[in-house]
């Protein structure tokens, strides 16, 4: 009977045990989840994409190796988001060339399938940085992987992935933290709005075309999409601009502002110049819909319902044949450009319509540009995602 009880207490068999490890495991990650999940999710995604960008920068070296020389289409100059050509590959090599070219994208499509099996998109599973595609190709639409590629002076290839989270930097090489892009060509004023001081002046960054607000900017700074932002309250609140920044007797520009609040009721005033009847541009919305004017109505586009919460990208273009407006780095409407020449005495105010009286914004107002040309699609997606955060010239 002894030796019966002592085998019986001899220990755990392998099966109890590995079954307390799983048991032990599972709950485990049920706490880690439970804990911080986003964080989890977040560092997975980065791991991936540090993996994606491996895949690319190894696909180009053996590229390089074998043909002494880079894919052409990846420029030598700045780092351009790379296409997801899989979505057009079985079409002809120029309409898929042209589509991914169209769209300012860097076509990879020679290194499938030899180097790569398939171009890596983000872990998002979006494409994050390009929202605008060319109708004309829509038969045929080329996206944005969430992934930038380029090649320095040095034949070093740089790899980064901009959507990355957590704060981290994901990159291959020397990629550098404000990428150069063509964002600066054409700048003629920069608001960052960061002014908080005992002052009337808001500061042009890039030049000396500096505004005046109403009341003092210290009593006005509020958080900003990017640092701080300066509010307006609908009744009285504007910045004047103080300056048609050179624009006076052509048809070009574009405006380039984040906003966060929208009427409750009635329209709010944006961007417009300083004399009531003769109305060069004029940007503003209401409860649902964002507004672009010229010439006292001509050119008026609506876009539709729009999101209340948070902070929204608005950017507005006119060219010597068209106006586009574009919300979220996505077009929204566009009009063929009636005869609005800007008048060379006008001066541009920020937070009021001067169309018609009353029309004064409410909410806060950061990143503000004026460029003398109209920015391309892709430049728009820039500013919208690729380039936030940084304010960068």
């Known amino acids: 009977m002894l030796s019966k009880l002592k085998n019986k207490s001899s220990g755990f068999t392998l099966l109890e045990i590995l079954l307390v490890i799983g048991i032990i495991a599972i709950l485990a990650g049920i706490v880690i989840v439970a804990i911080n999940p986003s964080k989890q999710l977040a560092t997975v995604r980065n791991t991936q994409r540090k993996s994606d960008l491996k895949q690319i920068y190894n696909a180009i070296t053996q590229y390089y190796i074998d043909n002494s020389s880079f894919p052409s289409t990846i420029s030598t100059t700045t780092l351009n988001e790379v296409c997801n050509t899989g979505a057009v590959s079985n079409t002809s090599t120029s309409t898929s060339g042209a589509n991914c070219a169209t769209a300012g994208l860097a076509n990879l499509s020679v290194l499938v399938p030899t180097y790569l099996v398939s171009i890596p998109t983000d872990p998002t599973g979006t494409s994050s940085l390009l929202s605008f595609i060319p109708t004309a190709y829509a038969a045929t639409t080329a996206t944005g992987t969430g992934y930038k590629v380029g090649v320095n002076t040095a034949k070093q290839v740089l790899i980064s992935a901009p959507l990355a989270e957590l704060g981290v930097r994901v990159v291959v090489g020397n990629v550098p933290t404000t990428v150069a892009s063509t964002l600066g060509n054409g700048l003629v004023a920069h608001y960052k709005m960061n002014d908080n001081a005992d002052s009337y002046v808001v500061v042009d960054s890039k030049g000396s075309n500096n505004g005046t607000s109403i009341r003092k900017t210290n009593v006005v700074t509020a958080s900003g999409k990017i640092s701080t932002a300066l509010t307006f309250n609908g009744s009285n609140d504007k910045i004047s601009l103080n300056s048609n920044f050179g624009l006076g007797g052509q048809k070009k520009m574009s405006v380039s502002l984040w906003l966060n609040g929208i009427p409750l009721a009635g329209f709010k005033g944006i961007f417009t110049n300083t004399t009531d ?50 919300y979220d780095g ?53 500013l919208y995602n690729g380039e936030a955060g940084t304010e960068a010239e």
């Open 330 to 382: 996505v077009e929204v409407g566009n009009s063929p450009q009636p005869n609005t020449t800007i008048i060379p005495s006008e001066n541009f105010i920020l937070g009021l319509d001067r169309s018609v009286a009353g029309r004064y914004y409410q909410g806060s107002m950061d990143d503000v540009r004026i460029y003398d040309r109209a920015l391309t699609p892709n430049e728009i997606t820039q």
């Open 277 to 326: 009847n003769v109305v060069d541009l004029v940007i503003g919305y209401d409860v649902s819909n964002i507004y672009f004017s010229t010439e006292n109505g001509d050119g008026y586009i609506a876009s539709g319902v729009v999101n209340r919460a948070g902070w929204h990208h608005l950017v507005a273009t006119k060219s010597d044949t068209e106006v586009r407006m574009y």
